[in-house]
């Protein structure tokens, strides 16, 4: 369960012109509720606050909800900065967007669900206590306003403990005493824009596949860096984990892939964007970046390939094409995902 809280809401409203300050705050809810949807299902608006879940078999990568938010609170800042930059009206709403910021709560637990007002909603002890944890210490502990705060659960279920968490203790009336971890998302962000980006143009490249698949670039994101999912449909690979600086997914974590013996070392990771990796095998390297961009309610990658051996472009060309073609048999693999995809669609549909 995810809870997307809008912090500094209520003196916002309370010190603005409430038609621009309403018009603002709703357009920040559609982007949280865009940011979370592809993977999570909204249960509802509730004033400041976006309350979403998602059933734990549907995550088979923790990882990836970390990813979701980070991504989602990254739409919100480059979004309050436009407002902010692009304001021209004098009101105080429309001059005060910037004191706004978001945090998140995060939880793991057992619900039911129940027709409320036309849709389903979550409903149980685990609900009640995700909704607790919005009042908690972090802010008056670490001075943080924008923030992800895991309780233990959720950590453990979702298997990724990222370094330098800040740890708290938070006491109820009615219920057991919360173990939570938390982050925090401005400094993330001040990372996320400052870290290095390398990635390939289709200019630069040896070697370029485009393939449309049948999902949310988060989803069609998942099966491509999942190595579970990944080991599914890329022809007889086997790959595993095995470097994870900080703690998660990022520049510098390795994959390997046992039947190859092929290594991947992650050099730009935008989740839901683009990735780009270096792949060695002894003394053979290639760049390659897989760019997604939302087409309809579909995805459009485009997968680059570049050779880093040291021969005239027109031979790397060939050798990247046969590669391509011949060993990694992308056309077939990229088939196999969608056809996953499609299927795994068909039965979210059935389920639902």
Known sequence: MVLADISGFTAFMETSEIDHSATITQNLLQLIIKGLTPVMTVAEVEGDAVFAYVPAEKVTRGELLLELIETTY?????????MAHNATCPCAACQGVSRLDLKFIIHYGPYVLQKMTGRFKPVGSSVIAA????KNRIQETTGWRAYALFSEL??????????NLHVTLESYPDLETIRASGFNLDKRYQQLINDRIVILSTAEADYS????FPAEPPIVWDWLTDPIKRNNWSNGAAWSAIKRPHGRTGPAAQNHCSSSGAVEEIL????????????????FNMLITSALEPVGKGTRLQFHMKSRLRLPRRMRRCITRYIADRIMRLEEAFGNMAGMLADNHETTVEKV
């Open 74 to 82: 990254t739409a919100f800042r480059d979004q309050r900065h436009t």
């Open 268 to 283: 730009d990771w935008r989740p839901f964007n683009y990735y780009t990796v270096n792949l060695s095998k002894w003394r």
């Open 209 to 212: 596949i485009p393939f449309t």
């Open 154 to 163: 959720s950590l453990e279920k979702m298997g990724v403990r990222p370094e």
């Open 131 to 134: 909704h607790r944890l919005l």
